[in-house]
Structures are given as C-alpha cells and as structure tokens.
C-alpha cells in the first residue's frame, strides 16, 4: 500500500488544476475584452439599433449600420433583442458584450467536458488550442455574434435529449441571427432528440412573431421586405471586399471557377476556369446539398451511441457548406475542434488495436499545422495569398476527414470518462 504521505503529496495538483485553469480564463476574459476588443462588428449593432430607434438611419440599405458596406443586414426581430445597446456607450458595450462571449464559450465547453465527459491528452490540447488561436482573436477583435450563436448551437445539440425546451430556444436564436444554422435541424432529427426539433420550430415562430405588437401588421411586413432585399444581393458579385478572402467551399468555388477580379489589389487571382458567376452557385448549391445530405444520412443511420462525435462534426460541414465563411468568422470549427481533440486522445490510446485510427490522428495533426501556419505568416501579401488558395479550407477538409474515419472506423463510446486526462 501506498504510504499516506505521498498520498497526500499528490492531491494539491490535481485539486489546483482547474483552479488555474479558471483564473487564467478569467484573466484573459476581462484583458481581452478591455484591450483587444476592435468592435468592428459590434459598432454596426450598436449604431443601427441606435440610428433606426432614433429615426436617423434607415432598418436596411447602405445608410443602415454604419453605412455600405457595413450594413445591418439581421432580421428585423434582432433589433428588438439587441435593442439594451441603446442604453450603454459603444466601448462599455464592447467590454460586455465580449465578456459575456466569453462566459458563453467558457459555460459550453465546461457542458461539453461534464455532461458528455470529454478527455485530452496533453498533445491534443495543444493542438487544440494551435487550432483555434487565429479564430478566437479575430472573434474577440471583431466583436461579432457568430461566438454566441455557435455556443447557443452546440449547447443545444448537447440538451437535445434531456432538455428540449431550452435546446429548442437555443437552436432558434441562433438561426433567427445568423439564418444558416437551420442546416443543424436534420441533427435533432434523431427518435431521442425530435421533442428539440419541435421546440426549435415553435420557438422559432413566436421569436419572430415578437416584433408584430411593436411595429404593426404592416410596418413589420416592410422590414421584413427590406430585409430580404438587402441580404438577397449579398455577394451577388465577386468582387465584394467582405467576401473576396472568405474559406467556404462556395467561395473557394468563385474565386477559382470565375475571372472576377478581386476587389483587393495585392490579392492575386487565381482562376483556372472562367465560368459565370451563377453557374459556380448553381454547382456550388447542388454539390452542397449533396455533401450535406450524405453525411446527414450517414448520421441517421449510424449507432445513437455516436452522436456526440457526429455533433462535432457537423460544425466542420457546416463551416465548409455555408455561403459566407469569412475568417473572422471561423470560431463555428470550435465545437468541432474539440471534439476531435478528444477523439485524438481516444484514437492514441486504441492505435495499436485499430491501425486505421492512425491515418485519422495523422490527419487531424495536419490540420492543426495547417492552421498554425496561417496564424504564425502575417506578412499581408503572403496571407492574402494563403487565404485565396483557401489555406482554411483544406485544414477544414483534412479535420472532416479525420473526424469521419475516428465515427465511422471505431467503437465510440456514448459517454467519456470526465475530467481533463494527461
């Protein structure tokens, strides 16, 4: 038996561990959100609720926001949940706003780490955290929502079973801001998870049946219109500077399948085809759906007891199949980052029984160096260039890739033993 004193010697560090864990988020929370914080989104929040509550710029259009191209292009029920920003300047909005993304993030993945018990190795949080370095301080600096709705996502995904109600909520905000999400509904489409799916509908209707008492029948009807008219022409051209630089596969598509210039001028260009514009979107839509719709058939059909891994995965296919996926943007791979950390850890501890497995964690270690080199390169000119190939994009594939095999090639079980694992 071992003798009590050494016992005891061994106890501090792993009470201490996730002390300083939390004092280090805390931390960089609050540092974060008072120095690094740009509010270069956030600023168009705050000045289209502002301007449209007080009658001096339009809902929609190049006078809303903070004027083209940085326009306020959410539907018009956000304006009535982002309406609290009327009463705070922008900078203490900014410090709230990013501090309270962080206690979103910091909640979720704690969810992620107790309810499903997620594990890491030492080497795959570091590859973790390698990964999403670059995403989390555009995410900061910009001060977008895409953070929160990411989180409201993948915390839905996660009380699917055992809380619908709130997974529904969740689900349905996040769609109501960003629209896009609404490609998770096949994931709640599961026997256990449809009671989510039905809430995310209702909840859904009455979110966007709140602004009728506010604005009228017919007042409502125009902001609608206004709305789809402004989003409906989003991108319509390639060389829109927002989306010149962007890392979905729709993007990567018209950057190289069309002789648009860019809207950039250090930024090369880099067709080999020069079809239209909309025949890219009409191949892009159609290879999409198809890509969607097969992994989504995959998830249906594979073992329930899995679906914690498929989660993960769908946020990669999500960031690789959604119109629009600006780097800034790219903190939606977060869930499925981690999730493949821990399925990393899981895949070095059965290599020896599974060889594939080692193609998979070969795959998922390429990723992450792809996306470091992305961080450590800020010379502009070369990282116009690393973004126009679509440097991004190809780490996307590789953790897609690897994430599919770890799924579809091994016994995952339905719940990990909990705590972090060195």
Known sequence: MRPPVIEDAELPPTRTRPLLIGVSLVVAAVCSSLWLVRNTDLGIYWYGVNGFFSGIRSAYGPDSGVGDPLEYRYAPVTYLILYPLRFVSLRVAGFWWMLVAWAAAIATVWTAVRVRGLRFSNTAMVA????????????????????????????????????????????????????????????????????????????????????????????????????????????????????????????????????????????????????????????????????????????????????????????????????????????????????????YTLGTEERAEQPIISRANTLFLGACLIAVIGTVIQYRPWQHFLLGIGLDFWAELLLLSAMFLWITRTNLPERLSGSFHS
Not at 166 to 190: H, Q, V
Not at 203 to 218: D, K, Q, T
Not at 285 to 310: E, G, I, N, P, T
């Open 128 to 343: 973790c955290c390698a990964y999403m370095l670059a995403y989390l301080v555009l995410a900061i600096r910009y001060g977008n929502v895409q953070p929160f709705a990411i989180c409201a996502i993948f915390a839905s995904l996660m009380l699917a079973e055992k809380q619908p109600g709130w997974s529904g909520i969740l689900l349905a905000l996040a769609i109501t801001f960003k629209i896009w999400p609404i490609l998770f509904l096949p994931w709640l489409l599961r026997r256990t998870r449809l009671r989510a799916a039905t809430y995310s509908l209702v909840w859904l209707i009455v979110i966007w049946m709140l602004p009728l008492p506010v604005f009228g029948a017919s007042g409502y009807r125009a902001l609608i219109q206004q709305w789809y008219g402004a989003i409906s022409g989003l991108g319509a051209t390639y060389p829109d500077v927002h989306y010149v630089l962007g890392e979905s596969l729709r993007e990567l598509m018209v950057r190289h399948f069309t002789a648009a210039a860019p809207a950039l001028k250090d930024v090369p260009a880099f067709h080999i085809l020069a079809l239209s514009q909309s025949t890219v979107t009409i191949i892009w839509a159609v290879v999409s759906v198809a890509v969607y719709s097969w992994f989504a058939v995959c998830m249906l059909r594979s073992d329930v007891r899995k679906m914690w891994a498929w989660d993960g995965l769908a946020f990669v296919l999500y960031s690789i199949v959604e119109p629009y996926a600006v780097k800034s943007g790219l903190i939606s791979l977060g869930p499925a980052v981690l999730t493949a950390a821990c399925l």
